[in-house]
């Protein structure tokens, strides 16, 4: 199983808006800048987490991003669903149809169990949770490294 691009992206974009304060909010060339994250893919990434309702544009001429609700109230699994229909390690948790044996299938189980367990960890961590801890490592110092 792997988390695709655009939520990985999904939540950089999130975290960063989170640790950005102005009121009028923050420029998509600035995220895209300080995420390291192309500025036409970043428009996607926009795209599906304004559509989803996370985040909006401030109002007002030069006015940039920023989230619609409080970040303790955003979880990981909020952004995952904005590029994603279901969270689902195996399609046969989302389509009955997908295999003959759903009904009896010991391993649909474990799926299912594992499925459970990720959906609760998403569920459970916020964007202020990743922004709190994202403020504390750019906090830390830095390692310098000397060529010579």
Do not use: H
């Not at 599906?48 to 940039?64: C, D, H, N, P």
């Not at 010991?106 to 169990?113: H, L």
């Amino acid at each position: 199983m792997k988390i695709n691009t655009k939520v990985r992206y999904g939540v950089r974009v999130m975290i960063e808006l989170a640790l950005n304060k102005q009121k009028e909010g923050i420029y998509q060339k600035e995220i895209a800048k300080n995420q390291d994250i192309s500025f036409k893919y970043l428009d996607q990434i926009i795209a599906g987490l304004k559509s989803s309702g996370l985040i909006s544009t401030v109002a007002g001429k030069k006015s940039g991003y920023r989230l619609t609700r409080d970040p303790v109230e955003i979880t990981v699994l909020d952004v995952y669903n904005a590029f994603n229909p279901e969270f689902a390690v195996v399609d046969c948790l989302t389509d009955e149809n997908s295999c003959r044996k759903t009904t009896k299938c010991a391993t649909r189980d474990f799926w299912e169990g594992l499925n459970t367990a990720l959906v609760k960890y998403l569920r459970s961590t916020t964007i202020n949770d990743l922004a709190k801890r994202q403020a504390e490592l750019d906090q830390e110092p830095q390692e310098l490294i000397f060529y010579i």
